[in-house]
């Protein structure tokens, strides 16, 4: 299926952050595209020098190959989104219903400006090498803590694990974003996926 292409990496790994974009960020963003639309192993360095008009040397200039890529697409995310999930899970002491919100709206527009990055998540990660992929996974797991955290301050009777099981779910709502069609406009599902998602998480946790 197609991921829809919006959104550029910023400097902290996440669309939006504001920066003036290099001739580097431009060929990852064109490479990322691809390796989402196209599979890592549909994708040559031809293929990528050819649609962001650059020649083989002067590509390699920039990166040593897809490999290389792959692990500048997704480490600085991964750490954007740890540093951006830590402001907001702390932006609201004593307020977990709201730091829960924060969060939400935090990860949504992660999840609408940048559906390629996470088609390569879900699809590629295991394509890198043994020590890059482990730094992702610890990043991944770290972001996901923050979640905790305020899960169980608003659910003060939730175990771990279990805010653990919602945070993923979550995720997996939010992130649905790549297989998301063009037919409601990105304002309102952001708002469907914000609503969604905090319902799924202030709803009762109790056993059946």
Known sequence: MAV???GRIGANGVAGAGRRRSR????LEIA???FAAR???GVSMDDIGAAAGVTGPALYHHFAG???MLVAALIPVSEGLLDGGRD???GRPGDPRGALESLIDFHVEFALANPAVIALHLHELDRLPDEPRRRIRRLQRLYVEEWVTVLTALHPDLPDGEARVLAHAAF???NSTPFLGGEVDRR???ELLRAATLAALIAPTAPA
């Open 4 to 6: 829809e292409q919006q």
């Open 32 to 34: 990322v595209g691809l």
């Open 88 to 90: 907001r899970a702390a």
């Open 39 to 41: 599979g890592y192993h």
């Open 188 to 190: 309102r599902r952001a």
């Open 24 to 27: 580097r960020d431009e060929i």
């Open 66 to 68: 897809k490999e290389a």
């Open 172 to 174: 997996g709502l939010m």
